[in-house]
């Protein structure tokens, strides 16, 4: 698919390595989805969707190398190429009990994922309601408390590794109070780190309750016909048969929680 | 009616095998293209060393054609054995192993480690157009060059040897006839064609590698007169490779003078299943034409 080269329209300062890029585009993306941005002779990366609407749409970006370097130095009006959307998404049901649960910069999908909720003309009329969990190191770490605050029934649970900010520890300990209460309506999605997912999977497995995963694999197209993303078990690519995949494929997937492929192919333990 | 195919001594469920370079890094995914249609499959071209390839943009599609210079990235030859191997755990489908190197001498070295994985054929990539910064001109260009690589690779081989050559050099039938004369097993025509992309507002090429290969239906035609030509010239079996999207494109390969027929693109085209889709229209295709067996129509447009 050919890029499109959008001028970025606003940049917000999340904290000192994290930045919300947003440009005035119809996306038609659905939550969970990822675009391929390109920076003319530097790379080209797959980034996840953090926030949409009708007309526009961000990418909250974490800095970790050459692109999102160059990215960091861009001004509002520079140009980027951008493809898609491309990949799987989390379901978007307004009756669901959502248990949402975000790690580091997976926050980003997740408040798209909160926010399409929140736009759906059902919400506030069903029994839909969200508990968005929101771990980080520290407090200075924790996206998007603001923006999430003003979503309407929405619980935002907030746990720190140093305990400056809510519980002291994993935002998966804060998650066993929820998961004893859940129901045939409660669905807990999840985007962060690859060890806590998977440890959400087993307590998922244990307590028989449905998720999804949103789980990254080092990508080169992005449309499922170069092979870089395949995961072993299925042999799928991730970045068509994924990102968010069901607990039933999650469980498929045997090398989740355990490693995954760089972009030689070679195995990468977690 | 099927599309049962015998290929140097092995039994093909369908002529369609999975061309090197699309999808097949792994093991478990090579598996997954046979559970999608191929009734073979052929690994991710490998090197000696591991490789990340090139940057991106690496691929990238339009209507008619997709062009791509991934840079033959690959984990190495010890680590592609542990997914050849893993393949054959998963299913019995005949296996094609691809290599390359930088010199006739590496060939033979990678060609006799390779030879220790549980593949039934081995494939000879001598025509990369991607990669000429590295390692020169394609030694596909070269009548000698594909006379000593062919020889090299026999003399360590211990499964049939194909030999996979470029729709770019002119006289592609006579290095055909050179392949032959050395050793070959068979012929795999062709890979991808050399070319470029420009993007307009980018105002640069679109590949970070600048030029890249040219597949999908653009290709086909001249992969189709590629094919025809060698089967003039040749008596091994030639996988008929380049552009196949559609039962017909397959039909009229096979016509051509093809015994197995490789597709890659396609799944860019049609999707994962783009390999049943081409079978399925295959069959339909010799149902219409009472068309009995893939055999009573092979190199049938010479007549």
């Not at chain 2, 992309?197 to 640069?204: F, N």
Request: net charge neutral; glycine share 10%; proline share 5%.
């Amino acid at each position: 698919m050919k890029s499109i080269h959008l001028p970025i329209k606003k940049i917000i300062e999340e904290n000192s390595n994290i930045k919300t890029f947003y440009f005035d585009h119809e996306l038609n993306a659905k939550p969970g989805q990822f675009i391929m941005l390109w920076i003319p002779g530097v790379d080209q990366k797959p980034f996840s969707i953090g926030y949409q609407d009708k007309d526009s749409f961000g990418l909250t970006i974490f800095k970790r190398g050459p692109l999102t370097e160059k990215l960091f130095e861009m001004n509002v009006g520079d140009r980027v190429g951008i493809s898609g959307p491309y990949g799987t998404n989390f379901t978007v049901n307004p009756d669901l009990h959502y248990v949402m649960v975000a790690g580091g910069y997976g926050a980003a999908p997740l408040g798209c994922l909160a926010e399409t909720l929140s736009c759906h003309p059902d919400w506030n009329k069903g029994s839909g309601k969200i508990d968005f969990l929101v771990g980080a190191k520290n407090k200075d770490l924790v996206l998007f408390e603001e923006r999430l605050s003003k979503i309407p029934n929405l619980n935002l649970h907030i746990a720190t590794d140093d305990g400056s900010k809510g519980y002291k520890g994993y935002v998966t300990n804060i998650l066993s109070d929820l998961t004893n209460k859940a129901d045939k309506k409660t669905l807990i999605v999840t985007c962060g780190p690859e060890l806590m997912e998977k440890k959400i999977l087993d307590i998922c497995n244990e307590k028989n309750i449905d998720c999804e995963i949103s789980i990254e694999r080092y990508m080169k197209c992005g449309f499922g016909v170069c092979g870089q993303c395949v995961v072993d078990g299925p042999g799928i690519c991730m970045c068509k048969e994924g990102p968010v995949v069901n607990r039933e494929l999650a469980n498929k997937i045997t090398e989740f929680g355990k490693y995954h492929r760089n972009k030689s192919g070679q195995i990468v333990n977690l | 009616m099927n599309l049962k195919t015998a290929f140097l001594e092995k039994t093909f469920e369908s002529p369609i095998v999975l061309a090197s370079g699309i999808l097949g890094l792994t093991g478990a995914s090579l598996k997954n293209t046979t559970d999608n249609g191929c009734g073979g499959v052929t690994v991710k071209s490998v090197s000696i060393n591991p490789r990340p390839g090139h940057p991106n943009p690496t691929m990238v599609g339009f209507d008619h054609f997709f062009i791509n210079a991934v840079g033959l990235s690959n984990p190495g030859v010890e680590k592609a054995i542990e997914e050849l191997r893993k393949f054959k755990t998963l299913t019995d489908k005949p296996l094609i192993g691809s290599i390359f190197a930088s010199t006739p001498d590496e060939f033979a070295v990678i060609a006799e480690k390779i030879c220790k994985a549980p593949i039934d054929f081995l494939e000879i990539d001598i025509s990369c157009p991607n990669v000429s910064k590295e390692f020169g001109t394609p030694f596909a260009y070269d009548k000698k060059a594909v006379e000593l690589i062919t020889k090299k690779v026999k003399e360590k081989s211990n499964v049939p040897v194909t030999v996979k050559l470029s729709p770019n050099a002119w006289d592609i039938d006579e290095i055909a006839v050179i392949a032959e004369s050395a050793g070959a097993d068979a012929i795999t025509a062709v890979n991808t064609i050399s070319g470029m992309v420009i993007d307009v507002s980018a105002k640069r090429p679109t590949l970070s590698n600048k030029q890249g290969g040219v597949s999908g239906p653009a290709l086909f035609p001249i992969a189709l007169k590629c094919v025809y030509d060698i089967y003039n010239k040749v008596q091994i079996p030639i996988i008929g490779t380049g552009g196949i999207t559609t039962g017909e494109d397959a039909i009229q390969m096979i016509m051509a003078g093809a015994t197995l027929l490789g597709v890659g693109s396609a799944v860019y085209f049609r999707g994962q299943d783009a390999f049943q889709k081409i079978n399925t229209e295959m069959i339909e295709i010799m149902e219409k034409e009472g068309i009995k067996s893939l055999d009573e129509i092979r190199g049938i447009a010479h007549k």
